[in-house]
């Protein structure tokens, strides 16, 4: 990723000066309570592990047993809607090759991991700080 110089908010490259920070909420389907125990640590790990792939920065991340809070910065190239895609399929893929079906049929009468949907917004200066505590809080 660019790096930010010392002392600057932004960051820059020989042609470009950015500063993109959204805030993306993943649910699982039905809202089933997955996330949990040894599969919460899993997909967290993940999750990071495609972030550090991508040299994105996460900002917060919170894992609640059925939806995921992620505040994070890219760089002007990262589609937040592909990326999403990548965690929701490689998350359900490792998962499910770690744990079976099982630990969805437990909680869930279906076998998806996560909703089709998705939320996602812009991150600001003026609305960071109040996103980070939100994220925190959960």
């Known amino acids: 990723m660019y790096k930010k110089k010392l002392g600057q ?3 820059t490259n020989r042609h470009s ?6 805030h993306i909420v993943l649910v699982t389907k ?3 309570p997955v996330l949990t125990g ?6 967290y790990q993940v999750i ?4 550090d792939e991508k040299d994105l920065v996460i900002l917060e991340m ?8 992620i505040l994070f910065e890219a760089d002007p190239f990262t589609a937040p809607g592909t990326l999403v895609n990548v965690i929701k399929t ?4 490792y998962a499910r090759k770690q744990y079976g079906d099982t630990f969805m049929k437990e909680s869930c009468q279906d076998s ?7 939320f996602t917004t812009i991150a600001n200066e003026n609305s960071l700080q109040l996103i980070q505590e939100y994220v925190n809080n959960q």
Do not use: G, P
Request: glycine share 0%.
């Open 9 to 11: 908010t932004y960051y």
């Open 17 to 22: 000066c950015f500063l993109l920070q959204y």
């Open 30 to 32: 039905y809202r089933c």
């Open 38 to 43: 040894a599969v919460k640590e899993l997909v």
């Open 48 to 51: 990071q592990d495609i972030f």
């Open 62 to 69: 919170n894992v609640e047993a059925d939806h995921i809070h």
């Open 90 to 93: 490689k998350t359900s893929r």
């Open 112 to 118: 998806l991991f996560w909703s089709n949907s998705y």
